[in-house]
């Protein structure tokens, strides 16, 4: 959600954003926000006379009957009653002007920080280089993951497909307890040695929590929704960040850090025909998220060290991987700046997404109503919110499967997830 105030005060630099965002009606749109700004304003000093005069009109009837002058009160009671007509009506019609400019702010996505790369889509971000990790396996006959697992009898998409359609899939044996295994040692990373707090969460949340993270109303399509009107989540940065919808933080707590593994859904709408196989793009998955909430001065800072934190799963993995800040045309709606952590997989020959952490500055805090305030101011501020996959659980078991593929179609362990695996060191058929 955008501050009205801030672009009332600066809206060259609004329209600029914008214009990074390639929203090509930028200069109109910031123009329809400030005139329907003034329109509201307008409005409501229109109201705020009317209430004065009705207030000072109550008192000289009062005056006007100890005077015993029937005819002035009586002209004054008539003006009080149009008055507090006048004042309804223009009650109702600030209701409705003000949803309209707050539906509108809604819909318009962040703004990019300064040193966000320009840039309309994926072919412009950038790699940060000093993030790199480790060499690509060098090998001309890597096989795909949904190879390796159908092979090896532990991954069934066609059972699935009878059961629930596309973009599903039955795990069994070693591939179900090496995604379990994964999904483990991720969460007692995160909260053995990052301080990160673990949380059990709601798969099914409200209108206004969907709202509060940005997913709503912009993408709906985007997610499953119950008949009685829950949506499923499809990712766990939405019970989390909400945690503190609605309340006021002491300075003293901050920064927060929250993380799950959960189940995710998705409609993956739009993407018809990308990843039909295999289980890049798929309607349910599991996630280890990573949330936290800052104040303002601590969100940057806190930015590079969630990215570490999620880079940490894959180089304890010993798996290649790259990390690319996203241009300007490519981040999601809600952040200010966001860094994808990309895998190397072999079967693929090319790197694929994993993991992006983003800051979106206060602007979910605004749509929650989430502050804070210190020891030596009586005001409040709105918090810093950011959020990343710490990682994509599925992704991740699709990058070991294929890049600790071996000659005989076999699974090899990875030496970190063996004590989750009960000591196996390779999985078979």
């Known amino acids: 959600m955008h501050d009205i105030r801030a672009i009332r005060e600066d809206q060259e630099a609004f329209t600029n954003g914008l214009k990074r965002?390639?929203?090509?009606?930028?200069?109109?749109?910031?123009?329809?926000?400030?005139?329907?700004?003034?329109g509201l304003r307008a409005l409501l000093t229109r109201l705020q006379e009317a209430q004065a005069r009705r207030n000072e009109a109550s008192k000289l009837i009062?005056?006007?009957?100890?005077?015993?002058?029937?005819?002035?009160?009586?002209s004054l009671m008539a003006e009080v009653a149009g008055l507090k007509e006048e004042i309804q009506k223009g009650e109702?019609?600030?209701r409705r002007l003000k949803k309209a400019l707050d539906d509108l702010l809604a819909s318009i996505p962040n703004i990019p920080a300064s040193d966000v790369p320009e840039g309309a889509d994926e072919n412009d971000n950038v790699e940060a280089e000093y993030r790199r990790f480790g060499s690509r396996p060098g090998r001309n006959d890597a096989k795909e993951h949904f190879e390796l697992g159908e092979k090896l009898g532990l991954m069934d998409f066609?059972?699935?497909?009878?059961?629930?359609?596309?973009?599903?899939?039955?795990?069994?044996?070693?591939?179900?307890?090496?995604?379990?295994?994964?999904?483990?040692?991720?969460l007692d990373l995160q909260t053995g040695e990052f301080g990160y707090t673990e949380f059990q969460v709601p798969l099914m949340v409200r209108d206004d929590a969907a709202f509060g993270t940005g997913q709503l109303p912009k993408f709906e399509e985007d997610l499953f929704r119950t008949t009685n009107d829950y949506w499923l989540i499809p990712t766990a940065e939405i019970p989390l960040t909400n945690f503190v919808r609605e309340e006021i933080l002491e300075d003293a707590q901050l920064p927060l850090r929250f993380t799950a593994w959960t189940?995710?859904?998705?409609?993956?709408?739009?993407?018809?025909?990308?990843?039909?196989r295999g289980m890049i793009r798929m309607h349910q998955f599991s996630k280890v998220e990573l949330v936290s909430i800052t104040t303002p001065e601590q969100s940057v800072a806190e930015h590079e060290r969630m990215?570490?934190?999620?880079?940490?799963?894959?180089?304890?993995?010993?798996?290649?991987?790259?990390?690319?800040?996203?241009?300007?045309?490519?981040?999601?709606?809600?952040?200010?700046?966001?860094?994808?952590?990309?895998?190397?997989?072999?079967?693929?020959?090319?790197?694929?997404?994993?993991?992006?952490c983003s800051n979106c500055g206060d602007f979910q805090a605004r749509r929650m109503n989430t502050r804070f305030r210190t020891k030596d101011s009586k005001g409040t501020r709105f918090v810093h919110t950011l959020?990343?996959?710490?990682?994509?659980?599925?992704?991740?078991?699709i990058a070991v499967m294929e890049n600790y593929q071996n000659d005989d179609g076999s699974i090899g362990v990875p030496d970190v997830l063996r004590p989750y695996m009960g000591g196996m060191e390779k999985i078979g058929p």
């Open 21 to 38: 965002r390639n929203i090509a009606d930028a200069q109109s749109l910031t123009a329809d926000i400030l005139d329907r700004d003034h």
């Open 62 to 74: 009062g005056q006007a009957k100890a005077k015993k002058d029937e005819a002035q009160a009586a």
């Open 92 to 94: 109702e019609e600030e």
């Open 158 to 186: 066609e059972r699935a497909a009878k059961v629930s359609g596309a973009r599903f899939v039955y795990l069994k044996a070693g591939l179900a307890r090496l995604e379990r295994a994964l999904g483990n040692f991720m």
């Open 263 to 276: 189940p995710c859904f998705r409609s993956e709408a739009g993407s018809a025909g990308k990843d039909t």
């Open 307 to 356: 990215t570490d934190c999620a880079q940490e799963v894959l180089k304890r993995l010993g798996l290649a991987h790259r990390v690319v800040t996203l241009c300007s045309g490519d981040m999601g709606f809600s952040a200010v700046k966001t860094y994808d952590i990309e895998v190397w997989l072999p079967g693929q020959n090319r790197f694929r997404e994993i993991s992006s």
């Open 387 to 397: 959020n990343g996959s710490g990682l994509a659980v599925g992704r991740t078991l």
